[in-house]
């Protein structure tokens, strides 16, 4: 673990590089496809992606190429409606964005490493998932007619060798009972009080809102910037923040003190615009006593002791006494979202090791020394709103890692064919396209191994 944040690090330490240096970048047309153009910056954008590490080949032949390729799905999506909503695109971007912050280790850490602040990033990520999102749906459409049979799936490896067949890891199902540090009334109260005296300060004229949020504010991502959040629609706002931003209507007045999952705020209206709303807040987070967190892990030592003396059930805890609205409703039961290869999303319960650590790695080191049907010690976590929670874990089911059979995998290796025909499908739309569609490369650009060598003729 320990090597693989170093090896994190150094990679945004390069990124960063590459992103102050996009200033500087004299751009020029390298591809026309259609009546569109691919400019040598949007190149050198995607290459400070930090998920471009796991990109294979030259970087400059393997993004233009799949930039060429989005320009044809764009144009085909245009002419098809498709379109995605900025509640989607929002929601792909705050998603894309914890995940930098899990593994950076903050907010702090990945906007020092991308040379940007988190709104930056923000502002950066919306344009390229939108027409990500729009490609991904395009490419569902063309193969949203393609089937494949049992008898398919089981000539594909009816004579294929044991030792190439798929493996499959080990994978686990969890269950989870969440309970958060109770925080004293003194604390929300003191958090509370300080808000409320910001606030008289800029109606009384002594500071600026945006000064206070440098100065207090605890969302490091706006606090640089004066607290300041960019047009958001409902849907990319908690919904408690979202609610009272939304009704002010006077830019001179200060909202009172509004409650979210990320702790207290005093919010200023800015500008409307259509369905978004513009606005600064400051942030305050009470402070968790280290006796509060002890008294929370006994909470749940007597709460797993009831479960394992059979006074009700993991499940049964889960749903009522949890505190984690995503599992609850599940009777406690973690849901791993995986995406295909043509963009679709779909929630399953198992997850591999890996996988699990990406969710919390104290999460994944506790199941890791469980027996199926076994409780956990209560332990501490970062969760998913960068948190600290209390919590225990059931280890539901163990499947260990095996080659993949037709009559236990069935799904996966059904999955694996189905893949492999929309794949098959795409890549002859590519290649038809390719003969209908203008394409002009600047020669210095050309000398590539493409992958769809049909670009230059």
């Known amino acids: 673990m320990k090597k693989y944040i170093i090896l994190f690090f150094a ?46 080949g030259n970087p400059y032949c393997v993004i233009p190429e799949r930039l060429a390729i989005q320009k044809l799905f764009l144009h085909q999506a245009a002419i098809d409606s498709i379109s995605v909503t900025d509640a989607e695109v929002n929601s792909m971007v705050e998603e894309r964005i914890n995940d930098w912050v899990m593994r950076a280790g903050s907010k702090e850490k990945l906007e020092e490493y991308m040379n940007r602040s988190v709104s930056q990033i923000r502002e950066e990520l919306c344009d390229r998932f939108k027409d990500e ?40 199902e969890v269950e989870i009972l969440v309970q958060h540090p109770r925080i004293p009334q003194a604390e929300i109260d003191r958090i509370k009080d300080e808000l409320r005296g910001y606030a008289d300060r800029v109606q009384n004229g002594g500071m600026s809102f945006s000064t206070l949020a440098i100065l207090y504010s605890e969302d490091s991502g706006s606090a640089h910037q004066g607290g300041e959040i960019d047009y958001a629609g409902r849907s990319a706002l908690d919904p408690a923040f979202a609610s009272v931003a939304f009704s002010l209507t006077d830019t001179e007045k200060i909202s009172k003190v509004v409650q979210s999952e990320y702790g207290y705020h005093i919010i200023q209206l800015i500008d409307k615009r259509g369905d978004k709303v513009k606005v600064r807040h400051i942030l305050r987070t009470p402070k968790v006593a280290r006796e509060d967190v002890d008294a929370c892990l006994a909470r749940l030592d007597s709460i797993a002791d009831d479960i394992r003396a059979g006074k009700f059930t993991f499940e049964e805890g889960a749903t009522v006494i949890s505190d984690d609205k995503d599992t609850k409703n599940n009777r406690g039961l973690l849901t791993n979202l995986k995406v295909d290869e043509d963009g679709s999303r779909s929630r399953v319960s198992k997850f591999e ?105």
């Open 11 to 56: 990679l945004f330490v390069q990124l960063s590089i590459k992103a102050q240096a996009l200033d500087n970048v004299v751009d020029e047309v390298i591809w026309v496809v259609g009546d569109e153009a691919i400019l040598k910056s949007d190149v050198e954008s995607m290459r400070a992606d930090p998920d471009w590490n796991s990109i294979k």
């Open 133 to 172: 999102m729009v490609v991904q749906r395009m490419r569902q459409k063309l193969t949203e007619d393609v089937r494949v049979t049992p008898a398919e799936v089981r000539r594909y490896f009816r004579d294929m060798p044991e030792d190439s067949l798929p493996l499959v890891p080990t994978q686990v």
């Open 353 to 457: 090791m890996g996988e699990l650590s990406n969710v919390s790695t104290e999460l994944a080191r506790q199941v890791e020394g469980l027996e199926v049907g076994e409780i956990s010690k209560p332990f501490e976590m970062v969760y998913t709103n960068m948190k600290t929670v209390c919590a225990i874990v059931k280890l539901k089911s163990r499947t260990k890692a095996h080659r993949a059979s037709l009559t236990e995998d069935f799904p996966l290796l059904q999955s694996i064919v189905l893949n492999r025909k929309k794949q098959e499908k795409i890549r002859e739309w590519i290649v038809d396209k390719q003969r209908t569609t203008y394409v002009r490369i600047n020669e210095k650009w050309r000398d590539c191994d493409f992958e769809y060598p049909g670009w230059i003729r």
